[in-house]
């Protein structure tokens, strides 16, 4: 490929060489000024991150009061202080599912990395070491570290990586409608298809050898913003609690208000997971953060027979980043943003229903909240999606960015099916003049992009006719 001057001279060692990046001059809002001057209107908040937009003046404002008082602290040194610990009793208070302890990291992959080692020394500290085997589910994404990748569905991601992949964690089906169901299957038919699926794994590793399960609650960046059907999360709850393994949501893109509620799960009629990861919304992408949630039964075995959280992190629990967390929890719930969330993400789900469902090249909606998605096929009525090296997805993106507006597209091949999406999670301050123009624009990407796809179909159709 050729290499554009830009990343030679960059000493910053860049994500991806394929073109040169937009350089942002600022940003407010929803909208980013480009160093041209043009503008763009960011519908994701990068992959969901800038819940509440950019360039927050009261957050700005909590990490410099932070950084007079309290800029770091080693919390592995034996010392504490109030942001972090207002941080934990804020988004844990009345306990929700019984979560009742939180360790803040950096990330959603570090947040992973730790949770696997925490349940490693949960099972220790039972007395029960064999319980070594973990099960998750195909194309699905847990982060990017060798840790994160382990149990992470992403065959593409894997790939250069599979002499560092352990041997104990395998993988059943995601709950994954448009594409998995079979053809007259109910969705109650599908639910218990996937709940024996999962009960035969347990079964073949044997179930006293399973330490946990790991699931995304709302398919994240793979599949593009797949709510689980109804059921589905009951039957996995169910299984958990029979065999005695525990369960891990991944709420690091769904969690904290994005799909409408706090927690994604409690739109799932369960009691809530034994351990969750966060991370996105929690800080709103103002400075890094995540946190695994523990159960208090897990708190309680581990420090009352280990003593000690093993391992840990320079920058775990930072100070700085807790304070801008903080703040970023407080204005969601001052100005009840969560309830914005639920009547944007309406009025969202209703305009790519009525605009963009009708286009021809679309196959599929799906989301809940302000997490949604756009599913692309070369043929809908077949289901046929486009070729392995036709990045439709990327197209639209690219598109976007032309006309206005910034999508979030597909993050390669994850394995199982090659998919085509544009996603769209716009922070949680979002307007409906905002959600109104953000459609309008996608829907002239998409039209774009789609033109020499229709018109090939178009010739394709009249040669079949001169033929007869």
């Not at 990490?63 to 770091?72: A, E, F, M």
């Not at 091949?413 to 301050?429: L, Q, R």
Request: proline letters at 4%; one cysteine or more; aromatic letters at 8%.
């Amino acid at each position: 490929m050729s290499l554009d001057a830009f990343f030679q001279d960059s000493h910053i060692f860049h994500r991806s060489f394929s073109k040169k990046p937009l350089h942002v001059a600022s940003a407010n809002g929803l909208t980013l000024t480009l160093d041209s001057g043009k503008q763009l209107l960011d519908a994701t908040g990068g992959p969901a991150v800038a819940c509440l937009g950019h360039n927050q003046p009261e957050v700005a404002q909590a990490i410099t009061t932070q950084l007079q008082k309290v800029g770091y602290l080693f919390s592995g040194g034996g010392y504490s202080e109030s942001s972090t610990e207002e941080l934990a009793a804020f988004i844990l208070k009345n306990r929700p599912g019984g979560l009742s302890k939180a360790i803040f990291l950096n990330s959603g992959s570090e947040a992973t990395d730790t949770t696997i080692k925490l349940i490693t020394q949960f099972w220790h500290a039972k007395g029960e070491p064999q319980r070594c085997n973990f099960i998750a589910r195909k194309q699905s994404y847990h982060g990017n570290t060798l840790g994160g990748l382990a149990i992470s569905g992403h065959q593409s991601r894997r790939q250069m990586y599979s002499h560092f992949m352990p041997s104990n964690v395998s993988f059943v089906d995601p709950c994954y409608a448009y594409r998995c169901k079979l053809a007259g299957e109910t969705d109650a038919e599908y639910v218990e298809r996937l709940k024996q699926q999962l009960d035969n794994e347990f079964q073949a590793l044997g179930p006293n050898t399973v330490a946990a399960f790991f699931a995304e609650t709302i398919a994240g960046s793979t599949l593009a913003c797949v709510p689980a059907v109804p059921g589905y999360f009951q039957a996995v709850r169910e299984i958990c609690d029979k065999y005695g393994a525990l369960l891990v949501l991944d709420e690091v893109m769904c969690g904290m208000g994005r799909s409408g509620t706090v927690h994604a799960w409690e739109q799932e009629g369960i009691r809530g997971p034994d351990i969750q990861t966060i991370a996105k919304s929690l800080g709103g992408g103002f400075v890094p953060i995540s946190a695994v949630l523990v159960h208090q039964h897990i708190f309680d075995v581990v420090a009352n027979v280990s003593g000690s959280l093993a391992g840990g992190h320079t920058f775990q629990a930072h100070p700085v980043a807790c304070a801008s967390a903080l703040a970023v929890q407080k204005i969601i719930a001052r100005d009840n943003l969560v309830s914005n969330v639920r009547e944007k993400g309406a009025l969202l789900a209703d305009l790519l229903e009525k605009e963009i469902a009708p286009l021809p090249l679309v196959g599929n909606i799906r989301g809940r909240g302000l997490f949604w998605a756009v599913e692309f096929m070369l043929d809908r009525e077949n289901m046929i999606p486009f070729p392995m090296d036709d990045d439709f997805s990327s197209k639209v993106k690219d598109a976007g960015l032309e006309v206005g507006v910034n999508v979030l597209s597909n993050m390669g091949f994850a394995g199982m099916h090659k998919i085509d999406t544009a996603a769209i999670t716009p922070p949680f301050i979002v307007t409906e003049e905002e959600i109104v123009k953000i459609v309008e624009l996608l829907k002239v990407a998409i039209e774009k992009v789609s033109e020499p796809y229709l018109a090939a179909r178009t010739t394709v159709s009249a040669e079949k006719m001169q033929a007869v």
